[in-house]
């Protein structure tokens, strides 16, 4: 079936550095991908949908020139974090639908752990 | 966007017994999906039922829909510690293949 990756599986840095989480299709195109975080015990959370060739869109209340996404290819969505604070310490899971017409069933990636110190 | 809401649930069961966990929301939907989550890991979709249908199955899984109600439910027969995890439904309120996600179900499996 398909597959979506994700990398890295968790990262650590530095607070006021920068991270960046990639998110692939791996045997099929996604013209869309989403970004979600998600903190322990809690839901997810959808912060911004990737769109292929064009701007990302996001969610009410999440600031794009912190969580800057690139759509850079039909199987490639990357979710930068800059400046990042401790506060931006979460699980970030990317999800592609599984068929344009695929009535909102999706794949979605295993996660990425960032811990900003 | 609209969020699916779990009555906020911790079920701990012996295997063999089965897990039952409930879902709500407030808009209407054109569908509803179920998904695990294991422990620090991303999500595997376990089944989708549309608006227009009140009940599903698929294999140990057993969903209901009630539109009237706005609400859902998941069965989990014969539970095995396999099951372990948490459970999440999703709508389609969002739109654009958004999908919009409830708070979640953890669900223990005793051995």
């Known amino acids: 079936g398909a597959v979506v990756s994700q990398h890295p599986s968790w990262v650590i840095c530095k607070s006021g550095t920068s991270v960046k989480i990639e998110c692939r299709s791996l045997?099929?195109?996604?013209?869309?991908m989403f970004w979600y975080r998600q903190f322990p015990k809690q839901s997810l959370m959808l912060m911004a949908t990737?769109?292929?060739?064009?701007?990302?869109?996001?969610e009410q209340g999440v600031e794009k020139d912190k969580f800057l996404i690139n759509h850079a290819s039909l199987t490639l969505s990357t979710l930068t974090v800059t400046s990042a604070h401790p506060e931006d310490s979460s699980f970030y899971i990317c999800?592609?639908?599984?068929?344009?017409?695929?009535?909102?069933?999706?794949?979605f990636g295993p996660g990425t752990r960032l811990t900003v110190t | 966007s609209q969020q699916g809401e779990e009555d906020p649930q911790a079920l701990s069961i012996q295997e063999g017994e089965n897990a039952t966990m409930n879902c709500s929301y407030k808009?209407?939907?054109?569908?509803l999906q179920w998904y695990r989550q294991n422990s620090g890991r991303g999500l595997v979709h376990l089944i989708l039922?549309?608006?227009?249908?009140r009940e599903k199955h698929s294999g140990r899984l057993r969903v209901t829909l009630d539109t009237s109600k706005k609400s859902s439910s998941l069965l989990i027969t014969a539970s095995r510690a396999a099951d372990t995890a948490s459970y999440f439904c999703?709508?389609?309120?969002?739109?654009?293949?958004?999908?919009?996600f409830g708070k979640g179900n953890q669900v223990v499996v005793i051995p």
């Open positions: 990737s769109n292929e060739g064009s701007k990302a869109t996001y």
């Open positions: 999703a709508t389609d309120a969002g739109g654009n293949n958004r999908l919009a």
């Open positions: 999800s592609a639908p599984k068929s344009p017409d695929s009535s909102y069933e999706q794949y």
């Open positions: 039922i549309r608006s227009n249908e």
């Open positions: 045997d099929f195109q996604a013209t869309t």
């Open positions: 808009t209407s939907i054109n569908n």
